[in-house]
């Protein structure tokens, strides 16, 4: 199989290498909500060693390190981009590992490095590294498209992906978390819920398995202060959207009580003034409600130095359904669970 790691770099430099980031571990199967600790292992740190040395990885101590790897999780930072428009998370590709910058994207399934300079495209198999979690076979999507504007580990949940391979590969729960902050880093977890990233408790919902997505039946909203209003909305919960997307009814609900909104054509979407004071939006899923903050909801000026500002909330007309981007779940602490009988959580953030 064609390595990535020979056609992005002929001449491996080991400069470029880095050892695997903490590796953590729980101390039960059943209970897995608690902080990441250290996981003491011989063989892993053997591997560590010579991943970060060694161009060819012994096959006894792959083997023996992938035993060991039956009980692990793992973290990693996500650092946002300008308006939060994606969250970057460092993952480390090849043997030995070469770092990358790449967006965890729950709305699709490709493994993606948009690479136009290495003249190729297709596809790889290589060892992935993400917070600690290492999937080996990982297929890894080249693109030369030079629109590509952002590396992405899909982890939509009904293909096969990242998500599913550690699954299968030993991650020791099959879960994993977003903690996102708004213009501050925050962190996805896998394998683990850490308690002190939430309060209260955590509200579950089923997945509609029917479009493949992390798809979740949403029960009405509220604008502000005002009643909170049912009405069904099919949302897909999509860490590579950077907007909330919801119908028109809601939208122009919530940009009729926003002083000097309007829908601006040119634009292609709502857009006010940027000073302008916004409500909040509170979305229902089962007998929870998450309550974004109205300030969220100024994604960014129209123009470099625009005093008009383009909305973080937009209609969803013609997709097929609402989508809960970024705008939405950095508001939350959001779990994704399972991989058969998959299912969402929601809770308000520490």
Same mark, same amino acid.
């Given at each position: 199989m064609l390595s990535l790691t020979r056609i992005l770099f002929p001449t491996i430099l080991l400069s470029h290498a880095t050892a695997i980031p903490f590796i953590t571990t729980t101390t039960s199967?059943? /209970?897995?909500?608690?902080?990441?600790?250290f996981l003491t292992s011989g063989p892993i740190h053997l591997r560590n060693a010579y991943d970060k040395y060694v161009a060819s990885l012994p096959e006894h101590i792959a083997a023996a390190a992938i035993h060991k790897r039956a009980t692990i999780n793992g973290t990693v930072a996500a650092d946002p981009t300008e308006? &939060?428009? %994606?969250?970057?998370?460092?993952?480390?590709?090849?043997?030995?590992?070469?770092?990358? /910058?790449?967006?965890? &994207?729950?709305? $699709?399934?490709?493994?993606t490095l948009y690479?136009?300079?290495?003249?190729? $495209?297709? #596809? %790889?198999?290589e060892t992935v590294n993400i917070g600690g979690v290492v999937?080996?076979?990982q297929t890894v999507t080249l $693109? /030369?498209?030079? $629109?590509?504007d952002s590396?992405?580990?899909?982890?939509?949940?009904? !293909?096969?992906n990242f998500y599913t391979n550690a699954v299968a590969q030993g991650l020791i729960a099959p879960v994993f978390t977003a903690d996102l902050n708004k213009g501050a880093p925050g962190r996805y977890n896998f394998g683990y819920i850490d308690a002190s990233e939430y309060e209260g408790s955590i509200t579950y919902a089923s997945v509609k398995t029917a479009n493949g997505f992390w798809e979740v039946a949403s029960n009405g909203y509220a604008v502000g202060a005002a009643a909170f209003v049912a009405l069904a909305i099919d949302a897909v919960v999509d860490t590579g959207t950077t907007l909330l997307l919801l119908p028109q009814s809601v939208c122009t609900a919530y940009y009729k009580q926003v002083a000097g909104a309007a829908y601006d054509s040119a634009e292609g979407g709502y857009t006010f003034p940027c000073s302008t004071t916004l409500p909040s939006l509170?979305?229902? %899923?089962? #007998?929870? !409600?998450?309550?974004?903050?109205g300030s969220y909801f100024n994604y960014a000026p129209v123009d470099t130095g625009s005093s008009t500002c383009f909305g973080g909330l937009q209609p969803d007309t013609g997709i097929g359904f609402s989508i809960f981007g970024l705008i939405f779940i950095k508001s939350q602490f959001v779990v994704f669970k399972g991989t058969t009988s998959p299912s969402l959580g929601f809770a308000v953030k520490s």
């Open positions: 199967l059943t /209970e897995i909500v608690k902080a990441p600790g308006y &939060d428009t %994606v969250y970057n998370v460092q993952v480390g590709i090849g043997t030995p590992y070469t770092d990358y /910058e790449m967006s965890i &994207d729950t709305g $699709s399934t490709d493994f690479a136009p300079t290495i003249g190729t $495209s297709g #596809t %790889v198999t999937v080996t076979k $693109s /030369e498209d030079a $629109s590509g590396n992405a580990a899909g982890l939509i949940y009904a !293909r096969t509170t979305l229902g %899923v089962g #007998t929870y !409600r998450a309550v974004v903050p």
